[in-house]
């Protein structure tokens, strides 16, 4: 047999907008190699926190990897203050790195490191004011305070000038010695060079970007981009690696031997593989571990913008049809920690999704069977119990949503795991085997009244009580 289908078999952690011990990349590695994944993809760099350690810029981690601490809901935060110290710091030295890089081939996995550039670099740019358009050496890491708008359909602007100026010279000296210390330390083939969410409202007001883009004919800012992008490749391949960079370096032309990772969709990877780029696949709609998983009344974290159950991960396949499958390496689940402050919780969010997606990847092309699967899933929440490891159950909880019928409000229960039983209450009680069961549309009366429900298997609860007050169904309505 050909398995595994996929020679990528990926998961990204990003220990930028929360820092993870080196034990705890280890504990993460070994869950990947349970599932026989082969590429963990270190996201190193971003806006709050310059992760790995580079000897020829110290102070890329004497001040990138710092930021002043804050808690509570991440994108909420305050802002820095005038003066104000920055303790909350953790980076990789090299050492660890290299000790991290051989615990991983001991397990057959490989490291893709990201360097997100040009955007998402507020942390360089706090180091080294000088590699932005604004050389603003006011500029702070960010502690995950609001510094952009976001306009929706990917369309945003930020407030701060965080990205590389594509137009200095300085910026490409200071990516050769960043990119010669990352080679030197990754055995991969590749190295991730981001690319993505690049804000380019201060390249556009910037003499240099301006002079540059008509020197060269570039028409527009994406092609200024993509101009940065194939200086980054020739760094890159100048010491023997190659380039992997988010699907937005397709725009204003890829670099010639660009590979690209598709997360807006699999349209980007598309493209790519026709244009005869290799491609990872790693749609946000599918495989984006950090977003919800379950009803936001009932996970820990209720303030992701999007939500992607396991079934709908389940549902992910890598290979799009009319394109050459050569050129489509494989698929990456990706955990972003803006909202992950923990180890236990990234485990949380990352499986049983990463379960799916490994599953995916070793299992014959139409071979999918929804409840076999749940069923291999729930042997493995034991396995997982008895390791001590964590793993989200949210997939036993109901999905509720709510319509309006004759002026009624009608809530309607579903579940994601076949089989399951749901119980409900509207009398302020807690729903069990005896209170009526589930079975059509439920009418909310009118009042203060709060839909509890919940779902059982032989007669015992397995997923956690949702509650919900008419308010509360009446905004799903409106959804
Ligand atoms: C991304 O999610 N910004 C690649």
Not at 26 to 52: C, P, S
Not at 411 to 425: H, K, M, P, S, W
Request: charged share 25%.
């Amino acid at each position: 047999t050909d398995y595994p289908r996929f020679g990528w078999r990926g998961v990204m952690l990003d220990v930028s907008r929360h820092f993870f011990s080196k034990e705890d990349v280890k504990r993460y590695i070994d869950r990947m190699a349970q599932y026989k994944y082969n590429v963990f993809h270190w996201h190193l760099t971003d806006d709050e926190g310059w992760r790995i350690e580079i000897k020829s810029l110290p102070k890329l981690t004497e001040i990138g990897a710092c930021r002043v601490p804050r808690y509570g809901k991440w994108g909420n935060h305050e802002a820095p203050k005038d003066g104000e110290t920055a303790t909350d710091c953790g980076y990789y030295t090299q050492a660890d790195i290299k000790e991290i890089v051989a615990y991983a081939a001991e397990r057959y996995i490989q490291i893709l490191p990201e360097i997100d550039v040009p955007g998402h670099s507020t942390a360089a740019i706090a180091a080294y004011p000088e590699l932005s358009c604004t050389k603003d050496s006011t500029i702070k890491v960010s502690p995950g305070h609001k510094f952009a708008e976001w306009y929706g359909n990917g369309q945003f602007k930020m407030l701060v000038d965080n990205s590389m100026n594509p137009a200095s010279e300085e910026v490409y000296s200071f990516l050769d010695k960043v990119f010669t210390e990352v080679a030197a330390l990754f055995p991969f083939d590749y190295i991730h060079a981001g690319g993505d969410e690049c804000y380019h409202g201060y390249w556009e007001n910037d003499e240099g970007c301006k002079s540059l883009m008509q020197k060269e004919g570039l028409k527009n800012t994406h092609e200024l981009q993509s101009h940065f992008t194939k200086r980054v490749e020739k760094i890159i391949k100048s010491k023997g690696k190659k380039l992997i960079g988010w699907d937005e370096i397709l725009e204003g032309g890829l670099a010639p031997d660009a590979a690209v990772m598709s997360w807006r969709g699999l349209e980007g990877g598309i493209e790519a593989a026709k244009l005869g780029h290799y491609v990872v696949m790693s749609p946000n709609d599918y495989v984006y571990v950090d977003l919800l998983q379950g009803d936001p009344l009932v996970e820990p974290d209720q303030t992701s913008y999007k939500k992607v159950r396991l079934k709908k991960t389940y549902e992910f396949e890598p290979m799009p049809d009319s394109i050459d499958p050569k050129y489509i390496l494989g698929g990456q689940a990706n955990l972003w920690s803006e909202r992950v402050p923990t180890i236990r919780q990234a485990e949380y969010m990352s499986f049983p999704r990463a379960w799916a997606t490994a599953d995916i990847y070793w299992s014959p092309r139409g071979s999918k069977n929804w409840d076999a699967f749940t069923q291999r899933m729930e042997r493995h929440f034991e396995r997982a119990d008895f390791g001590g490891y964590n793993y989200a159950r949210s997939a036993y909880d109901a999905i509720v949503t709510a319509t309006m019928k004759d002026g009624k409000l009608l809530a309607n229960v579903a579940t994601e795991i076949n089989g399951l039983d749901i119980f409900y209450t509207l009398d302020e009680s807690l729903p069990d085997t005896f209170t009526p069961r589930y079975t059509q549309p439920v009418e909310i009366p009118e009042g203060s009244v709060t839909l509890k429900v919940a779902t059982f298997r032989d007669g015992k609860p397995v997923g956690k009580m949702i509650a919900l007050p008419r308010e509360e169904l009446l905004r799903r309505v409106a959804r």
